[in-house]
């Protein structure tokens, strides 16, 4: 009778955060589009919102694009671990630049947006996914 060996590689705390994170953007990107369908692409108005964050079509394919990277790099650890650390650090510019009022193509208010707030929020998060709460995965073998 031959030796069954089974390997199993448990995922690492950067890989659920962009398996997470990219379930959550994707799907907002996808019903954001329910709620601004496809006119005014680009448009600086903020009456179409999901809940309380205003977006645009352009807005909504930020969040696919996002998504999509994130759940690209849940597959291993090192991409998840570099997928995490930059879009940290593009969506804490993003917050900035929010905050300077100079993104309203994307339906991003100034200071006052909740959007800002949230982008903030993502992004640390996905710098701390991203550095220091990475950690790789634990790795059990059975034979």
Same mark, same amino acid.
């Not at 005014?40 to 977006?55: H, N, Q, R, V």
């Not at 208010?109 to 640390?124: C, I, P, R, V």
């Given at each position: 009778?031959? !030796?069954?060996?089974?390997?199993?590689?448990?995922?690492?705390?950067?890989?659920?955060?962009?398996?997470?994170?990219?379930?959550?953007?994707?799907?907002?990107?996808?019903?954001?589009?329910?709620?601004?369908?496809?006119?005014?692409?680009?448009?600086?108005?903020?009456?179409?919102?999901?809940?309380?964050?205003?977006?645009?079509?352009?807005?909504?394919?930020?969040?696919?694009?996002?998504?999509?990277?994130?759940?690209?790099?849940?597959?291993?650890?090192?991409?998840?671990?570099?997928?995490?650390?930059?879009?940290?650090?593009?969506?804490?510019?993003? !917050?900035?630049?929010?905050?300077?009022?100079?993104?309203?193509?994307?339906?991003?208010?100034?200071?006052?947006?909740?959007?800002?707030?949230?982008?903030?929020?993502?992004? !640390?998060?996905?710098?701390?996914?991203?550095?220091?709460?990475?950690?790789?995965?634990?790795?059990?073998?059975?034979?």
């Amino acid at each position: 009778m031959a !030796a069954r060996r089974t390997s199993t590689t448990t995922r690492s705390p950067a890989q659920i955060f962009a398996l997470t994170f990219g379930v959550v953007y994707l799907l907002i990107g996808i019903v954001g589009f329910a709620v601004t369908g496809f006119d005014g692409f680009a448009s600086e108005t903020y009456d179409e919102k999901l809940i309380i964050f205003p977006l645009n079509p352009l807005h909504n394919l930020v969040h696919i694009a996002i998504g999509g990277a994130w759940l690209y790099a849940s597959k291993d650890h090192p991409t998840a671990k570099s997928v995490n650390a930059i879009v940290g650090v593009a969506y804490l510019l993003v !917050a900035v630049l929010g905050l300077l009022g100079v993104l309203k193509f994307l339906a991003i208010e100034d200071a006052g947006s909740t959007d800002n707030y949230l982008h903030l929020a993502s992004g !640390a998060l996905s710098l701390y996914f991203g550095t220091a709460g990475a950690s790789a995965p634990a790795s059990t073998r059975t034979v």
